[in-house]
């Protein structure tokens, strides 16, 4: 990012396995809790009383990712004090990652399914199921499938009509829409941006599935995460007295395409770096999707690999990281107690090959 365009991280917030906000989380990490199984998942708040009225029609529709992203979001908003900023809608951007594939749990038919076996005691009567589906299943079931059911309740809720986009993905979607919202900010084309990131892998069919697809590194289980940033110019924030917590530094995203992945990971982790004028290998603390990412950087004794702790959450641990690592550089440690340095780059690594980064730096 161009210095005489600074770009500071105002609010954030990271909902996670081990509860809501960044305390909650980072105190878990610092006393070495695990989640406590495949299907570590998070309770999901629900924001009923916190909706205004004339939105509580749409929050019905929000999924369990949703759920997890709004709480994000509007903690972030609230610390950055973004809705008393006095801003256009039109000048507050929103981009958001997603990704939520539990719907393979089957959950929403148990209740129906249960009937028509007698509690599993028997195969289906179909009419019987039939009946019971149409008393027993939320008739918004399909609705609640939609991702972008969480960027519609947001956008009308905090004003956020500027500059946007949605993307979903396994990995890397939750640090590139933050990068696109620095550049946004930075660029003029929105005043103030709202960024995030949400996934939840947490539920049993999807462990199942994550676990025979082998892309799940050994030790990590399926988790559900959300991770929440207010982005604005330095002078911006500095001018209205807000605190900035981190500023962002770097971003760049990649492709391994047909060549090595490892090699993508070092060439965009030096892209991000050099948008401020640093080697990866100065960078004070790095923090990784996997040890092979962290091993791609050089990451060595600086690197640090939550997602072990956290779980696999796709675009929300890439967003927990990026919230966790900013944390670290403000408060000048890590979770463990070990130094963190004035600078921290998380890169992240799907599973296609594409490569995401974003480079940190202390505000102040």
Same mark, same amino acid.
């Given at each position: 990012?161009?210095?005489?365009? $600074?770009?500071? !991280? &105002?609010?954030?917030?990271?909902? $996670? ?13 610092? *006393? ?8 570590? &998942? ?15 029609? %749409? ?5 369990? @990712? ?19 900023? =006095? ?16 719907? !393979? ?26 009946? /019971?589906?149409?008393?027993?299943? #939320? ?8 991702? #972008? #059911? ?13 500059? #946007? ?26 005043? *103030? /941006?709202? +960024?995030? =990131? *949400? =996934? ?50 770097? +971003? ?10 490892? @090699?993508?990971?070092?060439?965009? $982790? ?20 996997? %040890?092979?990412?962290?091993? $791609?950087? =050089? ?27 900013? &944390? ?25 090959? %594409? ?10």
């Amino acid at each position: 990012m161009s210095p005489a365009r $600074a770009v500071a !991280i &105002t609010g954030l917030d990271v909902v $996670a396995w081990p509860g809501h906000g960044v305390d909650a989380v980072w105190d878990a990490l610092a *006393a070495g809790r695990r989640p406590a199984g495949a299907s570590a &998942t998070v309770p999901e708040p629900w924001l009923r009383h916190q909706v205004p009225a004339e939105l509580e029609s %749409q929050a019905k529709f929000l999924n369990g @990712a949703s759920q997890l992203a709004a709480h994000a979001i509007t903690t972030a908003v609230l610390a950055a004090r973004l809705d008393d900023a =006095g801003l256009p809608d039109d000048r507050k951007g929103f981009f958001a990652a997603q990704v939520d594939p539990t719907v !393979i749990d089957f959950a929403a038919y148990r209740p129906a399914m249960a009937d028509a076996t007698d509690g599993f005691r028997r195969a289906p009567d179909l009419e019987q199921l039939n009946a /019971a589906s149409v008393r027993k299943m #939320n008739p918004f079931y399909l609705l609640e499938t939609l991702n #972008n #059911n969480a960027f519609s309740l947001v956008s009308a809720w905090h004003g956020l009509r500027g500059a #946007n986009t949605s993307v979903s993905g396994w990995r890397t979607p939750g640090l590139a829409v933050v990068g696109a919202a620095a550049r946004a900010v930075a660029r003029g084309d929105a005043t *103030a /941006a709202v +960024a995030y =990131g *949400a =996934g939840r892998n947490g539920g049993p069919v999807t462990t199942m599935e994550l676990a025979r697809l082998g892309v799940l590194p050994a030790g990590t289980v399926g988790g559900d995460a959300a991770g929440a940033f207010v982005l604005e110019t330095l002078d911006a924030a500095t001018a209205r007295g807000a605190s900035p917590v981190a500023i962002v530094r770097g +971003a760049a995203t990649g492709s391994a395409g047909r060549g090595s992945l490892a @090699a993508a990971v070092r060439a965009t $982790a030096v892209a991000a770096c050099g948008e401020a004028g640093l080697a990866v290998d100065a960078v004070g603390s790095v923090h990784g999707d996997t %040890q092979a990412t962290l091993d $791609a950087v =050089g990451a060595g004794d600086r690197g640090r690999l939550w997602r072990t702790a956290l779980g696999e959450a796709g675009p929300g641990g890439d967003a927990a990281d990026l919230v966790l690592a900013a &944390t670290a550089v403000a408060r000048g440690r890590r979770p463990d107690g070990t130094p963190a340095g004035t600078t921290a780059l998380v890169v992240a690594a799907g599973f296609d090959g %594409q490569v995401a980064a974003v480079l940190l730096g202390r505000a102040g």
